[in-house]
């Protein structure tokens, strides 16, 4: 019916979009299922204006490669398949990230990684869990369920540009943001409240210079004025006003970080603290400590992370089938089968997509629950079916989930799902940054930490030889951002020059 639907509408609206629900979420659950068309077709019009207007100037350019479009699930799609459903690119930014995190844990022999992406208006978070990315099949947006295969990433309100404000002659931070414009009071664009970028840059944290290699100078006088202003309504010195914006927004953020590894079993103790945006390294220290997480890594080119990470993964399709059968009574020829389907659906998709046989993979899940239950959790499943290790899988699944689990309860499926993914070209994570033969030390600056005055070096990451250790409180500058090594920690460069930050 909603393909005949199409081809009326398409005859009678040539040129108008056109969302179809079984495309979108072939999934159980009608409120979801309409909820995730409707916000298919609300950014439709926008995003393929877009993606045509994008295409059409390349071609102008005389760029011959393929365009292709990341895509919630940690995959990327062509143009054409973006176009038909836009919605999949949802948290595609952040998403590039992830995906870099996953290529640094696979390159640097570290499993398990709590990726921070912090930015200029909102704090991204996600894990690399045994190196692998921790996917969901429904998530919210905007008060908006959604039913799609997405990294499981979670965002608050917090980045540099979170203003301080009063409330009950308390200080908060955020999630009020100044945003670019106005931006920060540094920026001197007609900002005139306090943000974090200024808390920052009054604590000497940040350099007046230190945004896009000296390009973009910052206002250090009317920053101190805001933030004497804001201090003295307070009754506190400049100093402690400044660190206790920092104290309030990194509190937020470390919560927040709580709610994906504690809240979910997981002890944050035994991960490293992988920080990029352009903000995320100034604040990954503080973090850390709050969570009691012993390492920090800043990758190369922090600022650009997320875009390095959209470079690291495979075009990939979700494909899904509703299979209500109990796990102790359904024969496994029959999943068998119902894989074999989806994986030719699979094959003619990335066909589609200009990928060749070869290069062609394909990942097999499925979602299960114990019989009388609502919600169902996501097990692997091997190329060969095994219907007790696939019913083991899910108790453990299950356990690990929510804290419980019930081996001798009756488990059932609900859906298959099927990843079908087509290898690109891309690098396995160790690259060269450009060297500068120089002196890597710039200045010295009287940064302040927990209220005293340090002579804190100031280097240029690019002048930094491999294996250098040096000991805080350091500064560390760079093209698209800052790293903040405060007393107390040791900044170690490693042979793919990242920045391994430890207690001392």
């Known amino acids: 019916h909603e393909l005949e639907a199409r081809e009326v509408l398409s005859a009678a609206l040539p040129g108008v979009s056109i969302t179809l629900s079984h495309e979108i979420a072939r999934e159980w659950r009608e409120y979801e299922r309409a909820s995730s068309a409707i916000m298919n077709a609300y950014i439709a019009p926008i995003v393929e204006r877009y993606l045509v207007s994008l295409g059409d100037e390349m071609k102008a350019l005389g760029v011959p490669a393929t365009l292709h479009v990341m895509q919630s699930s940690g995959g990327v799609m062509t143009v054409e398949a973006a176009r038909r459903r836009p919605v999949y690119t949802l948290l595609s930014g952040p998403v590039g990230g992830t995906i870099g995190g996953m290529a640094l844990s696979a390159a640097m022999h570290r499993p398990n990684l709590l990726c921070v992406d912090m930015g200029g208006t909102s704090f991204d978070m996600s894990l690399i869990v045994d190196g692998k990315l921790n996917i969901t099949s429904e998530t919210e947006r905007e008060g908006l369920p959604l039913l799609m295969s997405i990294v499981d990433i979670h965002t608050i309100g917090a980045g540099g540009g979170s203003m301080a404000w009063q409330e009950a002659g308390a200080m908060r931070v955020g999630p009020q943001s100044a945003g670019a414009d106005p931006g920060p009071v540094c920026y001197d664009k007609g900002g005139n409240v306090p943000t974090v970028t200024d808390a920052n840059l009054f604590l000497k944290r940040l350099g007046a210079r230190s945004l896009l290699s000296g390009r973009m100078t910052l206002n250090e006088g009317a920053t101190a004025e805001a933030i004497h202003e804001m201090a003295q309504q307070l009754g506190l010195d400049d100093a402690a006003f400044a660190e206790g914006m920092l104290s309030i927004i990194n509190a937020k953020m470390a919560d927040a970080m709580r709610t994906i ?36 890594i800043v990758p190369w080119t922090p600022g650009t992370f997320s875009a390095w990470g959209m470079l690291q993964t495979d075009v990939r399709h979700d494909l899904t ?49 114990y019989v009388g239950q609502e919600y169902s959790v996501n097990v692997h499943v091997a190329d060969s079916i ?41 690098n396995d994570g160790a690259f060269e940054i450009p060297k500068e033969e120089s002196d890597p030390v710039i ?12 002579k804190t070096p100031v280097m240029w990451r690019y002048r930094i030889d491999k294996a250098a250790t040096f000991r805080g409180p350091l500064i560390i500058e760079e093209d698209s951002a800052t790293t903040v090594v405060p007393p107390g920690y040791q900044a170690h460069v490693d042979e793919l020059s990242n920045i391994l930050i430890t207690a001392e």
């Open 386 to 426: 095994d219907l007790a290790e696939i019913d083991a899988s899910f108790h453990s699944a299950h356990g690990t989930r929510y804290g419980h689990s019930t081996p001798s309860a009756p488990a059932e499926f609900v859906n298959l799902r099927l990843a079908a993914l087509g290898r690109l070209t891309r």
């Open 261 to 296: 590894t504690v809240e979910q079993g997981i002890d944050p103790r035994d991960y490293s603290l992988v920080a990029f945006g352009g903000a995320g390294p100034m604040h990954a220290v503080w973090l850390a400590r709050e969570l009691e997480i012993r390492e920090v």
């Open 321 to 369: 089938r509703n299979f209500y059968y109990p796990a102790d009574g359904v024969d496994a020829n029959e999943v068998e089968q119902a894989y074999e389907a989806l994986k030719e659906e699979g094959i003619v998709a990335l066909e589609d997509e200009g990928i060749a046989p070869d290069d062609m993979y394909f990942e097999r899940s499925a979602d299960m629950r």
């Open 443 to 454: 200045e010295t600056r009287e940064a302040i930490f927990d209220g005293n005055p340090y």
